[in-house]
C-alpha cells in the first residue's frame, strides 16, 4: 500500500486525513483478483489517500469511480 499522501496536492501527512474507497471501475475489478494470489502485494484498486483539506470533497464523491471523482475534484474552481 502507498504512504499517506494526498492523492489531490501531493501533500505528505499522517495525522490529518484518511483513505476513500470509490465505486470500482470493470478494469479494477479485474485486478482486485490478483489481491487473493499468494505473496501479492499493492495499492488495492479504487482506494486513495486524501488530506484534510480534500477528504470530505473526496468522501462526497467515493459514489463515483476514482478517475471520475479525480476529475471533478482537480477542475479549477472559481475563487
Not at 15 to 42: C, H, I, S, W, Y
Not at 44 to 69: M, N, Q, V
Amino acid at each position: 500500500m502507498r504512504p499517506p499522501i494526498c492523492a489531490i496536492c501531493d501533500k505528505d501527512f499522517y495525522d490529518e486525513g484518511g483513505m476513500v474507497q470509490f465505486a470500482l471501475t470493470e478494469k479494477d475489478k479485474e485486478n482486485l483478483k490478483r489481491f487473493e494470489e499468494p505473496g501479492f502485494v499493492g495499492h488495492p484498486p479504487g482506494l486513495e489517500w486524501f488530506c484534510e483539506e480534500h477528504i470530505k470533497e473526496a468522501k462526497s464523491l467515493s459514489h463515483l469511480t476514482l478517475p471520475e471523482a479525480y476529475k471533478i475534484m482537480t477542475q479549477k474552481k472559481p475563487e
